[in-house]
Nanobody, 123 residues
Framework: QVQLVESGGGLVQAGGSLTLSCAASGRTFSSYAMAWFRQTPGKEREFAAA????????YYADSVKGRFTISRDNAKNTVYLQMNSLKPEDTAVYYC????????????????WGQGTQVTVSS
């Protein structure tokens, strides 16, 4: 098990940038694949980005590809989501998730979740 705490959300204008951080507890962070999901009221939580345990492989939803970058620092037990060229439709609660196996696009495959951080993009 790993505990996750997100930070870095906030209010930003369209076209702006934000960087989310997710700090993990535990000594085995480097063995976990990590992902960011997002959710808006009334909608299902959706995949945004994922990164392999080593950081060698990254994956993105089409809606964020080219604008968001996921990265990790295993020495700091932290995963990041750099978000550029933000759009109002990026407004959501962003959740960090960890999986002890390989990366996955499905939220049902992740058993460790943070509490979420709100990102609001104004037009």
């Amino acid at each position: 098990q790993v505990q996750l705490v997100e930070s870095g959300g906030g209010l930003v204008q369209a076209g702006g940038s934000l960087t989310l951080s997710c700090a993990a507890s535990g000594r085995t962070f480097s063995s976990y694949a990590m992902a960011w999901f997002r959710q808006t009221p009334g909608k299902e939580r959706e995949f945004a980005a994922a990164i392999s345990s080593s950081g060698s492989f990254t994956y993105y939803a089409d809606s964020v590809k080219g604008r968001f970058t996921i990265s990790r620092d295993n020495a700091k037990n932290t995963v990041y989501l750099q978000m550029n060229s933000l759009k109002p439709e990026d407004t959501a609660v962003y959740y960090c998730a960890a999986r002890s196996r390989g990366t996955s696009f499905s939220l049902n495959d992740y058993s460790n979740w943070g509490q979420g951080t709100q990102v609001t993009v104004s037009s």
